[in-house]
């Protein structure tokens, strides 16, 4: 069960954290949307990210030499697995430091608010309420989370195969996504890509299946 946390989060741990926006109002239209998100969850896990981001990309494009404005240092948490979808985002972070998590989720929540509510000539509040998480406590519930996060576009027919959606970490899982990493799961999880794409992609169905039931349940 994913509830809204009411104890300090453990430093150490890993939790499935889950942010949706107000009224399932879609905040993430087009590519530029989702990427600007992508580059928040790089940026914002790094402790040495002191600059806005938005701050931050306009030096750096203007400096690009600038060795000062590399990001770089230690993290406040380790994102292990995400999924960005048009409603709500999914993560599985580990804490590296007290209240990693909770800084890093408020980075990028207002980060984004900010940069959407101007795109779009918006106002108020972006995202429903503070951030939900759940405690990950065994290899197992880490493997099986990872997997329903990566299916999370094939369940919405967003897609047909995950490794499509650009906008998770599941190419990164597979080996495919050097370039523009920003997980680091190796640490909690030994992946060998041939048989986590196949535990993976063996479930999109089942999975679509069982979403499908619980609508008509609450239908």
């Not at 990309?57 to 380790?78: A, F, M, Y």
């Not at 000539?121 to 065994?138: A, C, I, M, Y």
Request: with cysteine.
């Amino acid at each position: 069960m994913v509830t809204v946390r009411k104890f300090p989060l453990v430093t150490g741990e890993c939790y499935h954290i889950f942010n949706k926006s107000i009224a399932e109002y879609k905040i993430f239209n087009r590519k530029d949307d989702f990427v600007r998100m992508k580059r928040l969850l790089s940026y914002y896990q790094w402790e040495s990210s002191k600059l806005k981001f938005s701050r931050w990309e306009n030096i750096k494009e203007r400096n690009p030499l600038n060795s000062n404005l590399k990001i770089g240092g230690s993290r406040i948490v380790d994102i292990i697995a995400y999924c960005i979808m048009p409603t709500h985002i999914h993560l599985i972070l580990r804490q590296l430091r007290d209240k990693g998590i909770s800084v890093f989720m408020s980075l990028i929540a207002n980060s984004y608010a900010r940069y959407f509510n101007l795109k779009y000539k918006r106002k108020g509040p972006l995202w429903e309420r503070e951030f939900r998480n759940v405690l990950v406590t065994s290899d197992e519930q880490l493997l099986h989370l990872s997997r329903y996060i990566h299916l999370n576009p094939t369940t919405a027919f967003l897609t047909e195969r995950p490794q499509d959606w650009q906008f998770s970490s599941y190419r990164e899982f597979l080996g495919e996504e050097r370039e523009e990493r920003i997980c680091n799961f190796e640490d909690v999880l030994e992946i060998n890509p041939k048989s986590y794409r196949e535990f993976v992609e063996d479930r999109i169905s089942y999975q679509r299946e069982l979403t499908k039931i619980k609508d008509l349940i609450l239908e």
